[in-house]
C-alpha cells in the first residue's frame, strides 16, 4: 500500500505558475501507475496526466499538454505537476493517484489518493 499527501495549491492569477507535489508514504511510487486528476464541484475526476511505472514519457490530457509537466522523484517518493500559463478553467482540486492499470485515464482504475489540494486561478 501507498499513502499520498498533496501540497502546494493555492491562488494564483491567470498566465501564472504553481507547482503541486505528491509524496508518498509506504510502498514506492515506482511500483505504481501513477497520475494527477482534478475536479471540480458536480463534475467527475478529470484526468489531467500519468505515468507508468518507474517514469517514462508523461501521458497528458489535451486540455493541458503544452503548460502542464508531469515529473516523478523516485529517491524523494515525490512526483509533481508543473502548471504554467495557468486558466480559470484549469480550477479545481487536484488529486494525486496511484495505481496498477497501465496507461489509465479512468479515476475508479487507482487505487490510492491523495486528500486533494486547491488550486484557484483568478481571472
Known amino acids: 500500500q501507498v499513502q499520498l499527501v498533496e501540497s502546494g495549491g493555492g491562488l494564483v492569477n491567470t498566465g501564472g505558475s504553481l507547482r503541486v507535489s505528491c509524496v508518498g508514504s509506504?510502498?514506492?511510487?515506482?511500483?505504481?501507475?501513477v497520475a494527477w486528476f482534478r475536479q471540480v464541484p458536480g463534475k467527475e475526476r478529470e484526468f489531467v496526466a500519468g505515468?507508468?511505472?518507474?517514469?517514462?514519457?508523461?501521458d497528458y490530457a489535451d486540455s493541458v499538454k503544452g503548460r502542464f509537466t508531469m515529473s516523478s522523484d523516485n529517491a524523494k517518493r515525490t512526483m509533481y505537476l508543473q502548471m504554467n500559463n495557468l486558466k480559470p478553467e484549469d480550477t479545481a482540486v487536484y488529486y494525486c493517484a496511484a495505481g496498477r492499470q497501465s496507461g489509465s485515464r479512468v479515476f475508479n482504475e487507482y487505487d490510492y489518493w491523495g486528500q486533494g489540494t486547491q488550486v484557484t486561478v483568478s481571472s
Open positions: 509506504g510502498a514506492p511510487l515506482s511500483w505504481y501507475v
Open positions: 505515468m507508468e511505472r518507474g517514469g517514462g514519457t508523461p
